[in-house]
C-alpha cells in the first residue's frame, strides 16, 4: 500500500510560481513512476507530468504545462514535486500526486494510488 500527501498549494498572481509536494510511504518509492494531475471545477482530471522510476528519471509533460512546469523526485526523502513558474488563471485547479500507473501514464484512470489534493489558485 502506498500513502501519497500533497502540499504547497495557494493563491498565487498569475505570473508568479508555486512548488508543490508529494510525500509518500509504503512501496518502493525509487522504482515507481509518480505523476501529478489537476482538476478544475466542472472539469475532468487532466495529466501534467510524470517522472518515471529508476536510474532513467524520464520527465513527462502536458504540452499546456511545458516549459513552465518542472517535475523532480528526490528518491532519499521519497518525495516528489512539482516546480510551477509562470503560472496562468488557467492553472487554477486542485493538484494531486498519483502513483501505481498501469498502462497509459497519461491517464488517471489507471493509477491505483492517489493524494488528498492540494488547491492552486492563480488571480489575474
Known amino acids: 500500500q502506498v500513502h501519497l500527501a500533497e502540499s504547497g498549494g495557494g493563491l498565487v498572481q498569475a505570473g508568479g510560481s508555486l512548488s508543490l509536494s508529494c510525500a509518500t510511504s509504503?512501496?518502493?518509492?525509487?522504482?515507481?513512476?509518480v505523476a501529478w494531475f489537476r482538476q478544475a471545477p466542472g472539469k475532468e482530471r487532466e495529466f501534467v507530468a510524470a517522472?518515471?522510476?529508476?536510474?532513467?528519471?524520464?520527465?513527462y509533460y502536458a504540452d499546456s504545462v511545458k516549459g513552465r512546469f518542472t517535475i523532480s523526485r528526490d528518491n532519499a526523502e521519497n518525495t516528489g514535486y512539482l516546480q510551477m513558474n509562470s503560472l496562468k488563471a488557467e492553472d487554477t485547479a486542485v493538484y494531486f500526486c498519483?502513483?501505481?500507473?498501469?498502462?497509459?501514464?497519461?491517464?488517471?484512470?489507471?493509477?491505483?494510488?492517489w493524494g488528498q489534493g492540494t488547491q492552486v489558485t492563480v488571480s489575474s
Open positions: 498519483a502513483a501505481g500507473a498501469r498502462g497509459n501514464m497519461r491517464m488517471w484512470s489507471r493509477y491505483e494510488y
Open positions: 509504503g512501496g518502493t518509492f525509487s522504482s515507481y513512476l
Open positions: 517522472i518515471s522510476g529508476g536510474a532513467g528519471m524520464n520527465q
